[in-house]
């Protein structure tokens, strides 16, 4: 079965939607004071740090970035249990108090923020937590919202989104991929 794949976001454009969403977190938070991005790996992680260097750009402060793995939180560990644990690592100061922003490539389900919402209270108490994604695509199945969205993505469930950066891919894009209807590529 052959999927048929269209891009939706490319370079320049991948690049002014982080760009509108490091202005959205600095608006919300009245600048770039006591915030710390959390990145989900594996691409959510590239993406907190280009954030992080638009708020610099635009405030002269660097604003502290992290990585919080989140694979032994999921509640899919019995279907999946050959997940790669990846580090967490908190930035000097920790999250206490501080406005964790979570950044993540794609919304779906809302489970793995859902587990990273787990991960981070084992860490400390923020004072406020926020949720900063690439792609909301829907279908969510938990009672997760984002606040920073770069782009909202109807989709249905067959249908398969895909964020690729440079850092993990050699290019920035988002793509989103349909399976071809069973008969045609073979495959049923």
Excluded at 100 to 106: E, R
Excluded at 123 to 151: F, M, N, S, W
Aim: avoid cysteine.
């Amino acid at each position: 079965m052959t999927a048929a794949r269209r891009v939706l976001l490319e370079g320049a454009d991948l690049q002014r939607v982080l760009t509108r969403i490091a202005h959205e977190l600095l608006e919300a938070n009245k600048g770039p004071a006591g915030l710390v991005l959390l990145g989900i790996p594996r691409r959510g992680v590239p993406l907190a740090h280009r954030l992080a260097e638009r708020i610099a750009e635009v405030e002269g402060a660097r604003v502290p970035v992290g990585s919080l793995d989140v694979t032994m939180y999921r509640d899919d560990l019995r279907r999946h249990p050959t997940r790669e644990l990846l580090p967490t690592e908190l930035p000097a100061g920790g999250v206490d108090d501080r406005v964790v922003v979570l950044v993540d490539d794609v919304l779906f389900s809302g489970r793995t923020i859902r587990a990273a919402l787990d991960a981070l209270s084992d860490l400390g108490r923020p004072r406020a937590v926020r949720l900063a994604v690439l792609v909301d695509r829907g279908h969510r199945e938990l009672p997760i919202r984002a606040d920073h969205v770069g782009k909202n993505l109807p989709t249905s469930s067959a249908e398969r989104v895909s964020v690729l950066l440079t850092e993990t891919d050699g290019r920035d894009a988002v793509e989103i991929s349909t399976p071809a209807p069973a008969g045609e590529g073979g495959a049923r």
